[in-house]
């Protein structure tokens, strides 16, 4: 990696570990949805950093990432006991009761069951760039040109479904309609309309 990619990953790890490390002692743990997942998430992006920096071998027993965020959590004492009373309410989570020790064993076993398929997903992910070299620029308008080309191949996406109206309103030669009255501001005599007038007979 040159400096900046190294330097990118560095501060990635730096951020992740300080947010998993408030996360786990707030009471979060990793899971398969919701507040959960996104720390998983953020353990699978820190753990792709720490190997393509080659701060982690693809092949280990042990994690920097767990490391990390027991030291962060261990500096800024967050397993211990806070004196802040407890949240109410249905949101509301008891403090974590995981030790450093247990925060770095649960944080190394995510990393460690993620690491034998980064490979593949890497593997996956560059294919898929080289099958489309248009996915890897960007035009000066792309939100334009890509509206502007889906709606000609006819294939609109489902986060949009007025681009997909529109398709079909073209399609079937509709007329756009005029609604430029609608948006024209006419000033109001205020003379016979002031709040001082109201009440008067």
Known sequence: LDRW???????????????LAHALSDGLVPGRQGLG????????RAARASVLTG???LK????????????????NQLAVPSAMPLLQGPS????SRLSYEEMEALVT?????FLPRLEGLEEAFNRCLDENPEATRLSRNPTSSSSTSSLSSGKTSRSDPSAAMVYQLQRANCVPTDDSD?????RVNTSTDSASSYGES
């Open 5 to 19: 990619h190294r330097d990118t990953a560095y501060r990635l790890m730096v951020d992740h570990s300080r947010a």
């Open 37 to 44: 997942l996104k720390l998983r998430q953020l353990i699978h």
């Open 55 to 57: 701060l982690d071998p």
């Open 60 to 75: 280990q027993s042990c994690s920097v990432l767990g490391g990390l965020v027991a030291e962060v959590a261990r500096t």
């Open 92 to 95: 509301a989570r008891f403090p």
């Open 109 to 113: 076993k995510e990393v460690l069951a």
């Open 182 to 186: 609608k948006y024209r501001c006419h």
